[in-house]
């Protein structure tokens, strides 16, 4: 009877309560920058990630560039992939640098503990790693080891890739045939060093990041911005006492917060889901806005000039691996549910963007939430690869403030047989949004429509400028569920669209159930 009576208040307050959606945006405001580094990436040695995404080796019928796959290049290009974060991940705090340069054939062979108990032949290191950041015109970022190496091992990494003149390690360097140093600027001081990197407490970790941070230095023009790692999801202390006692040493603190359907014993299928645990996948990754949300008021305790940027380093979806798969691979597909899941934290990131500076998928290639995935000499991009395509329109473009008011969205009561996903749910809002003027004054919205079944209409007020024209492209599809495979790599993609009327100065968009939209404004 109590059962009975639970499931009717929940049916009650699902009924999503239907309105006017409104988003009026503020387009003659506007001082924050959306940095484009709010859209980066994320690949480590983990799986088909590195060895066999980006790497396959100079003589692979694949074809390559120096090893690095030609296709997977050309279609990171087409985001405008503006960083890479490497080698991990987990796998950074047992890397040690001096394994992966060289000749290839002298390279140790080891075995990746972390990751599936692979044999790592090291053919892919710093050299390549750097190689593969030029080709594809991002900065690189890269995560020192802590948590089992050394501080001396650390320096002189970062000697051996930035120091131009006579050195040990720059000498080195070039006898292994780089003269020049590179630029790199992003570096990370040890990852997730409350767990695999070293199981730390936070004030050993923040002593820690002090004395490795000092001996990360700055040669010639070369300039590190240092990142310490950060908390897992809402460990609010790790914050409060690494800004307390390294604050004033880092340039950037890392978060890391991954959206899992179920729990970490049963996740949840990335393909075979039903709306009540859709719904409750989104609600989940909502939560990214109050974990910026709150470490950014914890920082600002410390920090109110906003110097010291919040990194969320590893961000996505993490389900069950594919049927048949390695487990210690985290291969997964990737549906639409995975582009309504980019486009709100994404969203989300623009809307923080005086504190959020920089943020990585986990992961690039065939690994969690994947925009590519690869098998042979088959390429796929997945329905997140096209919300970074759409997204890529807010790059480095101005935030612009906006005030949204949405319908509210809820699960049905959910199925008994479905008891890992059953969660109380509050509802949530049906559209989220960001938008930006870019460098030419076009501005740019992206809009999601959370709702699995509805339309959503949607009246947007772009208020002190006047709106001559507006077009767009959408990502949408039949089912929540769809997805891209190697034989039918193309069944969701990005589309023109023309579901925008303008009258009046008012946009009226209808957004279709399940969707991202980018609307460009003249
Ligand atoms: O992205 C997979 C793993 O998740 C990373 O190696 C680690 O940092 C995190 O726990």
């Given at each position: 009877?109590k059962?009975f009576?639970f499931t009717?208040a929940?049916?009650a307050?699902?009924?999503?309560?239907?309105?006017?959606?409104?988003?009026?945006?503020h387009?003659?405001?506007?001082?924050?920058?959306i940095?484009?580094?709010n859209?980066?990436?994320?690949?480590?040695?983990?799986g088909?990630c590195?060895?066999?995404?980006?790497w396959?080796?100079?003589?692979?019928?694949?074809?390559?560039?120096?090893?690095i796959?030609?296709?997977?290049?050309?279609?990171?290009k087409?985001i405008?992939i503006?960083n890479?974060?490497?080698?991990?991940?987990?796998f950074a705090?047992?890397y040690h640098?001096?394994?992966?340069?060289?000749?290839?054939a002298?390279?140790?062979r080891?075995?990746n503990?972390?990751?599936g108990?692979?044999v790592?032949?090291n053919s892919?290191?710093?050299?390549?790693?750097?190689?593969?950041?030029?080709?594809?015109?991002c900065e690189?970022y890269?995560?020192?080891?802590?948590?089992s190496g050394?501080v001396?091992?650390?320096?002189?990494?970062?000697?051996?890739?930035?120091?131009?003149?006579?050195?040990?390690?720059?000498?080195?360097?070039?006898?292994?045939?780089?003269?020049?140093?590179?630029?790199?600027?992003?570096?990370?001081?040890?990852?997730?060093?409350w767990?695999?990197?070293g199981?730390?407490?936070?004030?050993?970790?923040?002593d820690?990041?002090?004395?490795?941070a000092?001996?990360?230095?700055?040669?010639?023009e070369?300039?590190?911005f240092?990142?310490?790692?950060?908390?897992?999801?809402?460990?609010?202390?790790?914050?409060?006492?690494?800004?307390?006692?390294?604050g004033?040493q880092?340039?950037g603190?890392?978060?890391?917060?991954?959206?899992?359907?179920?729990s970490?014993?049963?996740?949840?299928s990335?393909?075979?889901?039903?709306?009540?645990?859709?719904?409750?996948?989104i609600?989940?990754?909502l939560?990214?806005?109050?974990?910026l949300?709150?470490?950014?008021?914890?920082?600002d305790?410390?920090?109110?000039?906003?110097?010291?940027?919040?990194?969320p380093?590893?961000w996505?979806?993490?389900?069950?691996?594919?049927?048949?798969?390695?487990?210690?691979?985290?291969?997964?597909q990737n549906?639409?549910?995975?582009a309504i899941?980019?486009?709100?934290?994404?969203?989300i990131?623009n809307?923080?963007?005086?504190?959020?500076?920089?943020?990585?998928?986990?992961?690039t290639?065939?690994?969690?939430?994947?925009?590519?995935?690869?098998?042979?000499?088959?390429?796929?991009r997945?329905?997140?690869?096209?919300?970074?395509?759409?997204?890529k329109?807010?790059?480095?473009?101005?935030?612009?403030?906006t005030?949204?008011?949405?319908?509210r969205?809820?699960?049905?009561?959910?199925?008994?047989?479905?008891?890992?996903?059953?969660?109380?749910?509050?509802?949530?809002?049906?559209?989220?949004a960001?938008?930006?003027?870019?460098?030419?004054g076009?501005?740019?919205?992206?809009l999601?429509?959370?709702?699995?079944k509805?339309?959503?209409?949607i009246?947007?007020?772009?208020?002190?400028?006047t709106?001559?024209?507006?077009s767009?492209?959408a990502l949408?599809?039949s089912?929540i569920?769809d997805?891209?495979?190697f034989?039918?790599?193309?069944?969701?993609?990005?589309?023109?669209?023309?579901?925008a009327?303008?009258?009046?100065?008012?946009?009226?968009?209808?957004?279709?159930?399940?969707?991202v939209?980018?609307?460009e404004?003249?």
């Amino acid at each position: 009877m109590k059962h009975f009576f639970f499931t009717i208040a929940l049916v009650a307050a699902f009924v999503a309560a239907r309105g006017q959606n409104k988003l009026v945006i503020h387009a003659d405001q506007g001082q924050t920058t959306i940095s484009k580094h709010n859209n980066g990436h994320f690949a480590e040695h983990l799986g088909h990630c590195i060895y066999g995404g980006f790497w396959v080796g100079e003589d692979s019928p694949i074809p390559n560039t120096r090893g690095i796959r030609n296709d997977v290049v050309a279609a990171l290009k087409e985001i405008s992939i503006p960083n890479l974060r490497w080698p991990g991940g987990c796998f950074a705090d047992e890397y040690h640098w001096m394994d992966g340069i060289g000749p290839r054939a002298d390279r140790p062979r080891m075995i990746n503990t972390h990751w599936g108990g692979v044999v790592e032949d090291n053919s892919f290191g710093t050299h390549e790693f750097l190689d593969l950041c030029e080709q594809l015109g991002c900065e690189p970022y890269i995560c020192g080891n802590v948590g089992s190496g050394s501080v001396e091992e650390m320096s002189k990494w970062v000697e051996y890739i930035t120091f131009d003149g006579e050195s040990p390690m720059a000498n080195l360097r070039k006898q292994n045939g780089r003269e020049k140093p590179w630029k790199v600027s992003f570096w990370g001081v040890g990852n997730e060093n409350w767990g695999c990197g070293g199981n730390m407490t936070a004030a050993f970790y923040a002593d820690l990041y002090r004395r490795y941070a000092t001996y990360c230095r700055n040669y010639g023009e070369n300039r590190l911005f240092k990142i310490a790692g950060g908390a897992n999801s809402a460990d609010y202390n790790w914050t409060e006492t690494l800004m307390r006692d390294a604050g004033g040493q880092m340039q950037g603190l890392s978060l890391h917060h991954y959206t899992v359907p179920g729990s970490w014993g049963r996740k949840g299928s990335a393909t075979n889901f039903n709306e009540n645990e859709y719904l409750s996948t989104i609600e989940k990754t909502l939560v990214m806005n109050e974990l910026l949300a709150r470490h950014s008021n914890i920082m600002d305790r410390f920090d109110p000039q906003k110097r010291v940027a919040l990194v969320p380093d590893e961000w996505g979806a993490w389900y069950d691996v594919e049927p048949g798969t390695n487990p210690g691979f985290l291969f997964q597909q990737n549906t639409l549910r995975d582009a309504i899941i980019a486009g709100t934290n994404l969203n989300i990131f623009n809307n923080h963007a005086d504190r959020v500076r920089m943020a990585n998928i986990a992961q690039t290639i065939n690994v969690l939430q994947a925009v590519l995935l690869t098998k042979d000499e088959k390429i796929v991009r997945t329905p997140t690869y096209w919300v970074f395509w759409l997204y890529k329109a807010h790059h480095d473009a101005t935030l612009l403030p906006t005030a949204l008011t949405a319908n509210r969205v809820a699960q049905a009561a959910p199925a008994q047989a479905n008891l890992p996903f059953r969660r109380e749910s509050r509802g949530i809002d049906a559209i989220n949004a960001s938008a930006s003027r870019d460098a030419s004054g076009k501005i740019h919205v992206t809009l999601v429509n959370v709702d699995p079944k509805n339309e959503q209409s949607i009246e947007i007020e772009p208020r002190g400028t006047t709106v001559k024209r507006v077009s767009g492209h959408a990502l949408v599809s039949s089912a929540i569920t769809d997805h891209n495979t190697f034989d039918a790599p193309d069944r969701v993609a990005v589309k023109p669209f023309n579901g925008a009327r303008l009258a009046k100065g008012v946009v009226t968009v209808k957004l279709p159930a399940c969707s991202v939209v980018l609307l460009e404004i003249e």
